[in-house]
């Protein structure tokens, strides 16, 4: 079956341009998470929604950072006025369950770029 | 504060075996999981440990000690495929996971 996809896979964006990032989780799955990944470093939450709810935005670095899932399946992450401290790599990840104490299934990830 | 200290860069030799460690210091604590990422690739499940013991999977074994907030991930007959990235992360509360910074395994012929 179909895993998690993301799109764009790379990202180049000049500094205080806006970007959209798209995340396709597993059909059926119930917990939807954003990560950013800086370059030799382990992702770092950014948000978790459970269906369309978002229950916790508490990683999103600023209030340029934007996420939604409308209708519980598809995500996207909007970034707003990007800096180039927001170049990383943003993963998408999904569950089958609620909650974290499942596993995680990622996305390839969308490398972006901010010059 | 939030703490998860694993070793950078380890290196073994094929068809050996390694132990890559894990020290955490959260708030809370439900559970740990090891993940595999190979470079440029998203991060593969490998293991999830909640109680205290040691979990075998095939050649990847994953120990927990919850009293020393520690864990390590041991890898059996290394393969050359098995250089990757090893992030070990912690179950801090309902909907966050605390990563480390990963180890870098690299293996020699």
């Not at chain 2, 290196?11 to 470079?39: D, K, P, R």
Request: proline share 4%; hydrophobic share 35%.
């Amino acid at each position: 079956g179909a895993g998690v996809s993301q799109s764009p896979r790379y990202k180049v964006a000049k500094r205080g341009q806006d970007v959209a990032l798209r995340c396709d989780p597993i059909s059926g799955h119930v917990s939807l998470f954003w990560y950013q990944q800086a370059l030799g470093q382990g992702p770092e939450f950014l948000t978790y929604f459970q269906n369309e709810a978002q229950l916790d935005k508490s990683g999103l670095p600023s209030d340029r950072f934007f996420a939604e899932r409308p209708e519980g399946s598809v995500s996207t992450l909007k970034i707003q006025r990007t800096q180039q401290e927001d170049s990383a790599v943003y993963l998408c990840a999904s569950s089958p369950t609620a909650g974290v104490h499942n596993e995680q299934f990622f996305g390839p990830g969308t490398r972006l770029t901010v010059l | 504060g939030q703490n998860i200290d694993q070793p950078t860069e380890m290196t073994a030799t094929e068809g050996a075996i390694v132990q890559i460690n894990c020290t955490y210091q959260t708030s809370g604590f439900n559970g740990l999981f090891w993940y595999q990422q190979h470079a440029g690739e998203a991060p593969t499940f490998l293991s999830y440990n909640v109680l205290d013991g040691l979990e075998e999977k095939g050649r990847f074994s994953s120990f927990l000690s919850r009293s020393k907030g520690y864990s390590y991930l041991l890898l059996k007959e290394l393969q050359m495929k098995d250089s990757a990235s090893y992030l070990c992360a912690v179950t801090d509360s309902n909907y966050q996971l605390i990563w480390g910074a990963g180890t870098k395994l690299i293996i020699k012929p």
